[in-house]
């Protein structure tokens, strides 16, 4: 009876000791990691567990801390502010994977096709340099842009003759939405098109030789042949513009701070304001963990849904 | 030849074990006045962030020269009190509000934060900040002849800092105002007089914009625009239009027109009047303010609510508006900025609104201008906390002693202090103090601080659409009476005792 008893644990300590020992053997690693899972633990894990804790309570910050179980989720349902604030959201989403998928890809397959090695690089490093701008000060170069009175794009369409297509870009309750997604036009200097570009030199040179022998034209290769090698590529930068979409609202926050009204308005900043202007914590936090939830179920579909029939892996 | 240098993994490893401990260190919150060394080491620490009065050194974009005045102070403090070490605040750009109240949450403020005597009712009881009752009961040391600190100051002035449950928690020292400054070349060329009556006005402002010039200078961009014009335009209409329904909102005490603060209508009152139907954003008279407010933005800049908000004194100081509604904080730059090319005034009054214009018109306008400006300070629990509010308050208690205040609100140049022996104060301000004590302040609780911060949110953005025509009056009534009647009953929820008077 107690050999038949003793027999599981000896297993489990068969099993057991050899991960042990090979904890033991890569405890420099293991040590190295400690510090990044510490931090990770701290400043990431914890406050969005908070976030998700507070969700349920009626608290200010300071003096009031109710329990009201779904209560905030359910105001959030009727806050007419949100459901606009998300349309914007939604706007702004689609047009920056558009964005996003068009220009960046289209400077990364331009410069993949440039022959002369030198300019590929050169033009690569053209798109680096804006990159270490700080983002503010590109925010505070487009306010100049669309300033009304003396911005340079109303002063440039009056210097073609065009005074009639002036607006008060920012301030326009129809056009203020586009302005913001214009900002950075042409899109091409950012993290997307380095992305795209590491995708293009990846692929294998055995392929692009082969499509050139059976007589695939430039654009065939393009459809045929890069751009499925480059899917995996695709989707990275789909999840992170759908990322920074939900999360960022520092542009908005910068330029219009939601107006003019609430023309510009993203949940991001709504919950901002909830929670730094108004002291509605808990609300606050229902925000956040609706966009956290929503986010991860887009990068779901995004991973399971966006698949070509022809997705190869570089060797 | 043998090699002595680390191996690989023993590098790894102390690599390891050092950047563990170099995050972990940083991680720590350092204690005051750890960066010190030697006897220096000991010296307490009081940061103050001190809004408009922050010294700074002049940049070569200046037009004026900045604050500098707490410098001197701070050195003069410095003299009797080597063992307290004192830190200014960089002044905050944008989103003060949101900074402020991140600060006090986290219990990373400074000791001493500048505050609006508006947002006293709301934030009272959640304990960031000190009841200085006791400290003001007792004398100055740096004041003699005066049996408190509390006695120091104008009354009025002091108790402006006084929350609903009748303790002080706001140290005020100065007073301020408004004006329409007008372009007096641009009138005197136009053969205008400074009009005495709105229909005046109106004839005046309709010669100007004939002329080609913007009649008068104004901003609803929600940053800095429309809570600043918004608020006062509003607050000075409504104490005109409601006059004579000021018993029935205060619940049947009639209520005199007084530059002294806690005799208006104060949230508690505004809160109960909302409950009961006797102020509602559907009231004719908060239509006939609307209307009143959409007629004159015919005499706005174009495009007047994307306008950002520096371009108000721009269009006026250049030439390209007649008037602009300009505060006494700008008593400094107007007079000393090379912009400014013409022959200036400011209208002794606003024109009244006389029945002519409106049914609900007659009664001279009140001064937009009141007590505390620059000069309105918390004591944070957190100085408690850190063991310096001992020092917090006797730094505030030098700062107030009337030679030093008037040092430093005369540098800045744009607020009258606050104080009873206003001996050495610039005489420029005289204007808008007269102005003040002549016409008093409004009586309705401006929408600033009547009710929650998202109330008033809702307020400048609605506000902005209606200006701009994207919202007609009677939706913009309708939307504002539901986000007044949702604040009001928050309110009331946070605050049961405010349900009677």
Known sequence: MSATLSTPSTGQSAVARPRIARIARYRTAYLWLIPTFALLLIF???????????????????????FVGVSNFVDLWNDPLWWESFTHLIILTVALVAINL????????????????????????????????????????????????????NQSLALVGLENLQRFWLGDFKLALYAIIFVGFPWVAGIGTLIYLAGFQAIPSELMDSAVIDGASTWQRLAFVELPMVLSQIKLVVILTVIT???????????????????????????????????RMGYACAIGTVLFFLTLVLTYLNHRYLRSSVEFTGS | MSHNGLSRRRFLQLSGATGAALTLAACVPSAPGDDMAGPAAEARVV???????????????????????????????????????????????S??????????????????????????????EKNWFNNLDPYLSQPNPYVEGYDSWKDTFQGPVIASGTAPDGHI??????????????????????????????????????????????????????????????????????????????????????????WKPGEGLQPPAMVRAIRDGNYAATDPEWLEMLRLMKEWSVHYPEGFWALPSADVFRLWAEGEAAVAWLGSWMNKPVRNDPLIEFEWGIFPKMPTVTQETSQYGGLGFPAMAGVGGVFQYITTTVAEERGVLDDTIDWLQFLTAPPNLIEALNDHGGFAPGVKDTSGADPTLAVYTDMLVDFGAERIEPFDSMLTREFVDAMWRNLQQFMAGELSADEMSSIMQQEMELAAQQLLNEHPDWAEA
């Open chain 1, 44 to 66: 990431n894990y914890y406050p969005a567990l908070s976030a998700l804790y507070h969700s349920l309570f009626q608290w200010n910050g300071a003096n009031i801390k109710l």
């Open chain 1, 102 to 153: 068009t220009f960046p890809l289209g400077a990364a397959a331009m410069i993949f096709h440039l022959w002369n090695l030198r300019a590929a690089y050169f033009y690569r490093v053209l798109l680096v340099v804006p990159m270490v701008v700080p983002g503010l000060v590109i925010l505070m170069i487009w306010m100049f842009i669309y300033s009304p009175n003396i911005g340079l794009l």
């Open chain 1, 245 to 279: 979409a939900f999360q960022n609202f520092t542009i908005v926050l910068v330029m219009t701070n939601g107006g003019p009204g609430t023309k510009t308005l993203v949940p991001g900043l709504h919950l901002y304001k909830a929670a730094m202007a108004y002291n």
């Open chain 2, 47 to 93: 940061s103050h962030y001190a809004q408009g009065l922050t010294p700074r050194e002049r940049l070569e974009t200046d037009r004026w020269d900045p604050p500098q005045a707490l410098w001197t102070l701070e050195e003069a403090y410095k003299d009797l009190h080597p063992d307290v070490d004192l830190e200014f605040i960089e002044s905050v750009a």
């Open chain 2, 95 to 124: 989103g003060y509000d949101e900074w402020m109240v991140t600060q006090l949450t986290a219990g990373t403020a400074p000791e001493i934060l500048w505050y609006q005597r508006g947002w006293i009712a709301r934030d009272y």
């Open chain 2, 169 to 258: 928690y706001l140290i005020t020292g100065d007073i301020v105002g408004t004006g329409f400054f007008y372009n007096k070349s641009k009138f005197d060329e136009l053969g205008l007089a400074v009009p005495e009556t709105w229909a005046e006005y109106e004839v005046a402002q309709q010669a100007i914009a004939d002329s080609g010039t913007t009649p008068f200078s104004v901003s609803y961009h929600l940053q800095g625009g429309t809570p600043l014009y918004g608020s006062w335009t509003t607050r000075v209409f409504q104490d005109v239009l409601y006059d004579h329904k000021m018993a029935q909102i205060s619940g049947g005490t009639p209520v005199s027109r007084t």
